[in-house]
Every structure is written in C-alpha cells, then in structure tokens.
C-alpha cells in the first residue's frame, strides 16, 4: 500500500473518524420556522464585506431568502415605525433592538465528531450552531462519504439541526488497492466527483500523482484542500500544490518547506519517527525558524506567487495552541460543562490517540512553539494585507479544542495576529463563501442570498469572547461579577435558533453521560486524588 494511503488510514483509525450513528430528526421545539416572510428588527449590522456597522436596520426574508435590508434610523434615536417595512399576514417578526447582526459564520475545517471521542453528530451540530457556525467544510468525510452526503442532503432540507455540509472526501478514500498511478488518481477524482462530493482533501503524494489529481479536479470545477503531511512534503509543497491547482492550504504544513532556502528537509533529529507524535509535534515547532526571514526575498517571491494564483490559507491557528500553553488549553472553563467524558479520555496523554502527544512537553516546548506562532502569524497577516484570501477553521476534537468554542478561539487568534476585528469578521464569513465557492449565497447580509445570520446582544468587535458560548466576564455597577454575551440567535436556512438553548442540550448530553459513567474531569497524572 502506497504511504499517502496508509497514513490516511492510520490518521483516521487513531482519530476515530469512523462511520457513526445517523444525526435524529429535528425536534418541533428545535427552530422557528422558515417563514413565509421573517423580519428582524432594529439590529445593527456588521457585514461579512470589512464594512463598518451600521444600524439600526430591518432585514426582511421571505422563507430562505433576504429581501429587504432597510435602515430604519440613527443611533440613539426612536426609530420612526412609518419608516419600517411592514409585515405580512401570517409573518413572524423578531424584536432584536440593540443587537449585532452578522452573516453566518463558516468553519473552513470542520470534522464531524468521531466514535473514539464520542463526539456524536448531534453533540457536535448544536455546538457548532449555538456559536453561529451555519457552514462547515468536512475535510475527509472521515465518517464516510456517503454518511456525509446523506446528512449534508439532510441538513439542505432542515430535517436535522445542523450546520450547512461542504464534503471533501479525503483522497484516496475507499480505493481499495489504494492509487498508484496518474490515471488511478485522475479516475478516482472523477469517480469522487459523480458521487457528488464538493471537492477533495489531501494529505500529499508522489508527485505525478499529485499534479494528476488536482489537475483533472481543476478541470471538473472541484475545489481541493490539503494537509502537507511530512510523508511528502519533502518533494511536494504548498507552491507545487497551488501551481497544480490546489485551492486552499490547511494548517500550515508545507509552507515553511517552501520558504527554505538552505536546505530541502526540516532538520529532523536522526533518532526522529514521525508515528511519535511528540516527535512531530515538538520538531514542527522549529520549522518555521528553518525557513526564509519575514519580509526577505525569497519569502516575499513565495507570497506574491500564492497571491497571484488566488491561493487561500485557511489556519487553523487554535488547533495547535496547547503547543504553546498546555495549560490554557487543558484548563479552558468550558470543559467542565461541554466536554464529554470521552472526549476528555482521548484528549489525555496516549501514545496511540492523534493528537495526543504530552509524553514530556514542557518550558522548551512551549518556547519554541511561541516563537513558531510569531513566525507563522507574520506570513498570514502579511498575505492578508497584500489581498490574500485567510479563512478561518478550527479542526476541533483534538488536541483539548472542543468544537464551537474553538472557533472562536480561531477568532481571538486573527486578531492576535494582526486582524482588525472587521477583517477577522471577513475571513469568518464573505473570505469562507469565497473559498467555497459560496459567495452568491452567504457571505454576507445581501438581498437575494440565503437568510444565515448571527445575532449577539453586545458588539463583538469590541471583544470576541462575547461569541463564546460561557460568555465573557464583566463587573457591573454594583460590583457584581456577571456574563456578557454568547450568541442569542442562529439563523441558518431562515430558521430561527435559540442558541443558547443548543447549547444547554448539549450540557443535558454531558450531565447525561458523566451520570452513566460516575465520571468527573479529573487533571491528567492526578486521577483519584485530593485536590
């Protein structure tokens, strides 16, 4: 069996993105509507585009569809009813006076749960909803591709309470004797696309079979993703890839090795083995130091060839966080509520679990990764500022990050690295459309394009952690510690979310399962005792 193939299986055994359970039918609480014709009133509106907001206005859908986007007066100011598009008998109206509205917002890197974390689909919809996530890209299909397409054919329809479903099937998937030449991957590219899949996810290979692949997926119109895993970086990276026609980049595999110019390899330590995980793990937080200076020639000749092709980076910057503060990650205070007992078990040092690598990880380690981010950020933000496409994913069920808080996480780290908060609203939402090949459809809050919203009580511009789900801290007047913000509303399709009630049914699902198991989050290494 060819090494792309083997590693892609060995990736989705140890992940344990294996077929699951089919997602239950939508509950008749679970959602309000669509409507015949929906407004939302008096909200302010922070669009996908990098506009400032503006508001208050009323937006008018008719079932799936905005209509109207009507401003309906000036801050501060009772807004005169005469000026308001009025509403139709048998019509549903939403007083969100006050609010933030955004465009729905895209997870470019969104895995649906896994048997081996226990990460049920239902469990892991209502988290991604009830934080405003209305689209996601399956990278891998890991549950199989046809589990995906029945629920991303579920989900157009509405009959389950989930996200809308991109699928990129991981290449190679179900080829039995895997691919072994140009014509093996051009026909199974083809066989993927009449399946229906919405393009292809990589994780490297020869490159004759490489270039083959995307060639003939280019020419079918499909989009393509890929991780450069270190199994073939070594003569196949980013640039190889966005010059066969590659249209995003996960992560940031494959990029530095493009920015080399004093070597063709990472200096891998001669007693490396890339099935460590420590080993992999704590060597790729050097690599970007093995790469080109910010700002050089080399790195300014790399960037402007990605830029010219159209190329989009999509991150993924929280998925490797705990690299860099272990202890953040592992004590982030929405596990104690949302994690489900195997989910935690797979997060816990193991030798087999991906993702799962703190055999000895301490002070060096988290150095060095702090230094790696500071280099990474410097190349994202730069792309961005030179008109790049950066997307926003968050790879969620590894690696302590739990799926919807750690998109917004993914968030808070665009703007650490340089995002104005507008950009960071950008590339959540109009910068993923894009990259979908969306943009006529969500985006942003357009007449014509699919009612997906956002709805928030406090501006998120001024602190994203209002988006998380646990809210943010704040002192009242009084002098009482309280929560802001979570979001209030998901709208996706024109249905109306109660999200926070998403989010309390996915608390029931926990209480539920720490019930049957007598089970309490417990640090690793201090199981059983008294602290």
């Given at each position: 069996?060819?090494?792309?193939?083997?590693?892609?299986?060995?990736?989705?055994?140890?992940?344990?993105?294996?077929?699951?359970?089919?997602?239950?039918?939508?509950?008749?609480?679970?959602?309000?509507?669509?409507?015949?014709?929906?407004?939302?009133?008096?909200?302010?509106?922070?669009?996908?585009?990098?506009?400032?907001?503006?508001?208050?206005?009323?937006?008018?859908?008719?079932?799936?569809r905005i209509k109207e986007v009507r401003v309906v007066g000036y801050p501060g100011v009772p807004i005169d009813q005469d000026r308001r598009p009025s509403l139709a008998p048998g019509g549903k109206?939403?007083?969100?006076?006050?609010?933030?509205?955004?465009?729905?917002?895209?997870?470019?890197?969104?895995?649906?749960?896994?048997?081996?974390?226990?990460?049920?689909?239902?469990?892991?919809?209502?988290?991604?909803?009830?934080?405003?996530?209305?689209?996601?890209?399956?990278?891998?299909?890991?549950?199989?591709?046809?589990?995906?397409?029945?629920?991303?054919?579920?989900?157009?329809?509405?009959?389950?309470?989930?996200?809308?479903?991109?699928?990129?099937?991981?290449?190679?998937?179900?080829?039995?004797?895997?691919?072994?030449?140009?014509?093996?991957?051009?026909?199974?590219?083809?066989?993927?696309?009449?399946?229906?899949?919405?393009?292809?996810?990589?994780?490297?290979?020869?490159?004759?079979?490489?270039?083959?692949?995307?060639?003939?997926?280019?020419?079918?119109?499909?989009?393509?993703?890929?991780?450069?895993?270190?199994?073939?970086?070594?003569?196949?990276?980013?640039?190889?890839?966005?010059?066969?026609?590659?249209?995003?980049?996960?992560?940031?595999?494959?990029?530095?090795?493009?920015?080399?110019?004093?070597?063709?390899?990472?200096?891998?330590?001669?007693?490396?083995?890339?099935?460590?995980?420590?080993?992999?793990?704590?060597?790729?937080?050097?690599?970007?130091?093995?790469?080109?200076?910010?700002?050089?020639?080399?790195?300014?000749?790399?960037?402007?060839?990605?830029?010219?092709?159209?190329?989009?980076?999509?991150?993924?910057?929280?998925?490797?966080?705990?690299?860099?503060?272990?202890?953040?990650?592992?004590?982030?205070?929405?596990?104690?509520?949302?994690?489900?007992?195997?989910?935690?078990?797979?997060?816990?040092?193991?030798?087999?679990?991906?993702?799962?690598?703190?055999?000895?990880?301490?002070?060096?380690?988290?150095?060095?990764?702090?230094?790696?981010?500071?280099?990474?950020?410097?190349?994202?933000?730069?792309?961005?500022?030179?008109?790049?496409?950066?997307?926003?994913?968050?790879?969620?069920?590894?690696?302590?990050?739990?799926?919807?808080?750690?998109?917004?996480?993914?968030?808070?780290?665009?703007?650490?690295?340089?995002?104005?908060?507008?950009?960071?609203?950008?590339?959540?939402?109009?910068?993923?459309?894009?990259?979908?090949?969306?943009?006529?459809?969500?985006?942003?809050?357009?007449?014509?394009?699919?009612?997906?919203?956002?709805?928030?009580?406090?501006?998120?511009?001024?602190?994203?952690?209002?988006?998380?789900?646990?809210?943010?801290?704040?002192?009242?007047?009084?002098?009482?510690?309280?929560?802001?913000?979570?979001?209030?509303?998901?709208?996706?399709?024109?249905?109306?979310?109660?999200?926070?009630?998403?989010?309390?049914?996915?608390?029931?699902?926990?209480?539920?399962?720490?019930?049957?198991?007598?089970?309490?989050?417990?640090?690793?290494?201090?199981?059983?005792?008294?602290?």
């Amino acid at each position: 069996m060819k090494p792309h193939i083997l590693l892609l299986l060995l990736l989705l055994t140890a992940t344990g993105l294996i077929a699951q359970e089919r997602s239950p039918n939508r509950g008749p609480e679970e959602g309000d509507g669509p409507y015949d014709q929906l407004i939302i009133r008096g909200v302010t509106l922070i669009n996908g585009n990098g506009a400032p907001p503006r508001g208050p206005v009323d937006i008018v859908v008719e079932q799936n569809r905005i209509k109207e986007v009507r401003v309906v007066g000036y801050p501060g100011v009772p807004i005169d009813q005469d000026r308001r598009p009025s509403l139709a008998p048998g019509g549903k109206e939403v007083d969100c006076e006050g609010m933030y509205l955004l465009p729905g917002f895209v997870d470019m890197h969104g895995h649906i749960g896994g048997k081996a974390q226990g990460a049920d689909a239902e469990y892991v919809f209502k988290l991604w909803l009830g934080h405003g996530i209305t689209t996601i890209r399956d990278p891998s299909c890991g549950n199989g591709l046809d589990w995906v397409l029945e629920h991303r054919e579920r989900s157009e329809k509405n009959e389950i309470v989930a996200p809308r479903i991109m699928a990129y099937t991981a290449f190679g998937q179900g080829a039995e004797n895997g691919i072994n030449s140009p014509e093996e991957a051009r026909q199974w590219v083809r066989d993927n696309a009449k399946k229906g899949a919405d393009g292809i996810k990589f994780f490297g290979a020869p490159p004759a079979i490489m270039s083959a692949a995307l060639e003939e997926n280019k020419k079918l119109g499909l989009r393509s993703a890929c991780h450069h895993a270190q199994m073939d970086v070594a003569r196949w990276n980013v640039l190889q890839s966005a010059r066969a026609g590659l249209t995003s980049m996960e992560h940031w595999y494959g990029l530095p090795e493009a920015l080399f110019i004093d070597r063709t390899v990472q200096n891998y330590p001669l007693d490396y083995n890339y099935q460590n995980e420590q080993h992999r793990f704590e060597e790729a937080g050097k690599l970007w130091k093995q790469a080109a200076a910010p700002y050089s020639d080399h790195w300014n000749a790399v960037m402007e060839e990605l830029l010219a092709l159209d190329f989009t980076i999509d991150p993924t910057f929280n998925i490797y966080e705990a690299n860099r503060d272990l202890m953040r990650a592992r004590r982030a205070e929405w596990h104690e509520e949302f994690t489900m007992p195997s989910l935690w078990r797979f997060y816990k040092p193991s030798r087999i679990s991906h993702g799962s690598y703190w055999h000895s990880w301490g002070t060096e380690q988290e150095v060095n990764w702090k230094e790696n981010y500071r280099l990474w950020m410097t190349f994202v933000n730069e792309y961005k500022n030179r008109g790049g496409r950066v997307t926003a994913g968050s790879d969620s069920g590894f690696i302590y990050q739990l799926y919807g808080f750690a998109y917004i996480r993914e968030l808070e780290l665009l703007w650490e690295a340089g995002f104005h908060p507008l950009e960071v609203i950008r590339s959540a939402t109009l910068n993923g459309a894009q990259a979908l090949g969306l943009e006529d459809q969500i985006g942003t809050v357009e007449v014509g394009k699919m009612a997906d919203f956002v709805i928030v009580e406090e501006n998120p511009l001024t602190d994203i952690k209002l988006l998380y789900g646990t809210g943010a801290i704040r002192l009242n007047e009084n002098n009482e510690v309280v929560r802001k913000g979570g979001v209030k509303y998901t709208v996706k399709d024109g249905i109306v979310y109660d999200a926070k009630q998403l989010l309390e049914d996915v608390k029931k699902m926990v209480r539920d399962a720490k019930d049957r198991e007598d089970f309490k989050i417990e640090q690793p290494g201090m199981e059983g005792s008294e602290n």
